[in-house]
């Protein structure tokens, strides 16, 4: 968390009394849940049921629904999005968006657009960042041979010096390297394809559909979830048209929407100009929290993920940082 950003959450009691600014607003989360997440917990904290509803409590009491036809609409007409309004988003498409958020949601008629990895629906592939953290829980919680964590720290070009140091190299493994983690798999007797069929830890295309027949809206999300910055400009491209394309098709989705896996830092302006040539009507989202983006139809959301903070906490605290923002000029994402 940068230092603007802390001392305004030190503050975080005053800013809750301030009067909020009148923007709309784009909160994301990747899931919710009351259970240890083992593929998730070493890579990212998470809220749990009751968290998250009051999340909701608090959004729903001083925030206007925008939904994301009314969304949609604005942003391909140019005309400003209603006031003091919001829409949720949550990536990945995990399996807690159909067991846990996808009910309380419905309940307090609250809607959401869902953003897909089409690699991982269905589960047939696993994040590599998800089995980083299973790897993380196993090296945590298993005993395991020494001769298997020193073939591990071989793998990952270390020698092995305690699990603590394996687990921080484990952490760092990023693609396009992530295939040495099926190896540090075999070597531990984890299985990812195991996992995938046990766990079932994203959504199936049946959830998808019982959940876009409710009206909730879906986007593409890259297809393999690789960081885009590692990628050339016709991969990047691709990732992203090919998941764009397959939500479209697969779902018979007639509206384009993309969300940016890990962040929208650094990608250039002719990307977005490539996309809007393949399909004319498509609004992206960033990662960016609250700012303006210099690429047309392109909307920044921040978290509300981390459980330390509600939303009654993150929202002014991440409102009054745009405002910092907008007084050193650090406002606006020029591409
Ligand atoms: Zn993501």
Redesign the pocket.
């Known amino acids: 968390m940068g230092l603007i950003k802390n001392m305004l959450y030190s503050q975080a009691r005053l800013l809750r009394n301030m009067e909020l600014s009148d923007q709309a607003i784009f909160p994301y989360y990747?899931t919710v849940s009351n259970d240890d997440l083992p593929h998730v917990k070493h890579i990212y904290p998470i809220k749990d049921e009751k968290q998250f509803i009051a999340d909701l409590e608090y959004l729903a009491r001083k925030y206007k629904i925008l939904y994301p036809s009314v969304f949609m609409e604005c942003l391909l007409n140019g005309k400003p999005l209603p006031e003091r309004s919001f829409l949720l988003t949550f990536?990945?498409g995990m399996s807690e968006v159909y067991h846990v958020i996808y009910p309380i949601l419905k309940s307090k008629g609250i809607p959401a657009v869902f953003?897909l990895?089409n690699s991982f629906i269905d589960n047939k592939n696993l994040f590599y960042r998800h089995q980083i953290s299973l790897i993380v829980n196993h090296l945590l919680n298993e005993k395991t041979e020494l001769s298997a964590l020193q073939k591990a720290a071989e793998l990952l070009k270390t020698a092995f010096d305690g699990t603590d140091k394996l687990i921080s190299e484990i952490r760092k493994v990023e693609f396009p390297f992530h295939g040495v983690l099926e190896q540090v798999n075999e070597l531990l007797g984890l299985s990812s394809e195991d996992f995938l069929e046990t766990t079932r830890p994203y959504l199936s295309s049946a959830q998808v559909v019982e959940m876009k027949n409710e009206g909730f809206y879906f986007g593409g999300?890259t297809v393999n979830?690789f960081p885009l910055r590692k990628l050339s400009p016709e991969e990047q491209k691709k990732e992203i048209i090919d998941s764009v394309k397959w939500v479209k098709d697969h779902f018979d989705i007639p509206y384009s929407l993309f969300a940016f896996?890990?962040s929208d830092k650094g990608i250039r302006l002719s990307l977005f100009e490539s996309l809007y040539e393949e399909f004319p009507g498509l609004v992206l989202m960033g990662n960016s929290g609250i700012r303006k983006d210099t690429a047309p139809r392109m909307v920044q959301r921040f978290s509300l993920e981390d459980p330390n903070y509600s939303a009654e906490d993150t929202i002014p605290v991440a409102l009054a940082h745009a405002q910092v923002n907008k007084l050193i000029f650090r406002n606006k994402i020029r591409r």
């Open positions: 990747h990536d990945d953003f990895n999300h979830h896996p890990f």
